[in-house]
């Protein structure tokens, strides 16, 4: 399989890496020992997982809590989404959140996380059509949280900024399908490139972000074939969500698998609990207590 230019580069700069700061070393061993499950994932990682057919887990997080609960369960990869817009601020869209925002939810995260790859969101506004904009916002997501790399949504407009980022050795990832930051020009959610017109626009974007140096990229609400033939097609990781089993791997926002967002509850979306009901549970039990005094009791009090 053809490596892309960014996963060659990623793969010597690991070899020739220090201890990580668990006192393991970043990329000596073999993959498959359980050693593996204390190395840090890195992006020639995720490019080592494709090749040898290893399925890539993903999940967002946006603060401190919630980053070391997903890497002490063994995810690869934390993605700093700026779905925070609409989970954590409570907006509509993800168009408001802002740079300064992005980059405080990242260092929370970095932060929290020992072993997965931090990846973090560059806001709308931040990238689009200026590219000395874009490396100034990368450069300073980079320096200010911590993280490892970048994601960025759209195909070829976009490709002058992260030609511009990777110069500076800032790793990209893609994003394309359903770009949210988008939603104005698109007007809906629904699942994109459904017609031969579009699917073929997205084959064209999907390999042009590869030669450009993304070292993966996001697939987003699209048809499963369509997911499947870009996979197939390219030798950087395709993450999927909404974009069916076979893409090299899998995100989705963590608060919705929980079951925190009860509302949201699209087709693609499998929830892993019910959080809601066992958040408002024992809130509701906390209140009951407090009002008839049998909180705290004497155990409880000094
Ligand atoms: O912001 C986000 O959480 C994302 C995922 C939906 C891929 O971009």
């Known amino acids: 399989m053809k490596k892309s230019p960014q996963a060659i580069f990623s793969n010597e700069l690991s070899d020739n890496a220090g201890p990580s700061t668990d006192g393991a070393p970043m990329s000596t061993e073999r993959a498959g020992t359980s ?10 990682r995720l490019s080592e997982m494709k090749a ?21 369960s063994g995810i690869d990869a934390v993605l700093v989404g700026d779905s925070a817009s609409n989970v954590i601020h409570g907006h509509e869209t993800t168009v408001p959140i802002t740079l300064d925002q992005m980059i405080d939810h990242a260092s929370a995260v970095v932060r929290g996380v ?27 997501i980079m320096k200010e949280s911590g993280a490892h790399c970048v994601k960025m949504e759209g195909g070829e407009f976009i490709v002058e900024s992260i030609k511009r980022i990777l110069s500076a050795g800032i790793p990209v990832m893609g994003h394309l399908g359903l770009t949210p930051q988008s939603i104005y020009k698109f007007g809906t959610y629904v699942v994109r490139a459904t017609s031969e017109d ?8 999907a390999q042009l972000l590869q030669d450009s140096g993304c070292f993966a990229l996001v697939l987003e609400k699209i048809p499963s074939q369509l997911a499947t033939r870009v996979a197939n097609q390219l030798a950087i990781p395709c993450i999927g969500i909404g974009a069916g089993p076979g893409v090299d791997g899998q995100v989705l926002v963590t608060h919705d698998m929980l079951g925190i967002n009860q509302e949201f509850s699209p087709r693609f979306l499998r929830h892993y609990a019910k959080l809601h009901d066992v958040m408002n549970g024992a809130f509701r039990q906390y209140i009951k207590d407090v009002k008839s005094g049998g909180f705290p009791n004497k155990d409880e009090s000094y």
């Open 198 to 205: 579009e699917a073929e626009q997205l084959m064209r974007d």
């Open 52 to 72: 040898r057919g290893e399925k890539i887990a993903m999940l967002t997080a946006y603060d401190y809590s919630f980053a070391r609960l997903v890497d002490e």
């Open 114 to 140: 020992k072993r997965a790859l931090v990846v973090v969101d560059m806001p709308f506004g931040s990238y689009q059509g200026d590219s000395k904009l874009a490396l100034q916002s990368a450069v300073r």
């Open 35 to 44: 050693d593996d499950r204390k190395r840090k994932v890195t992006t020639a």
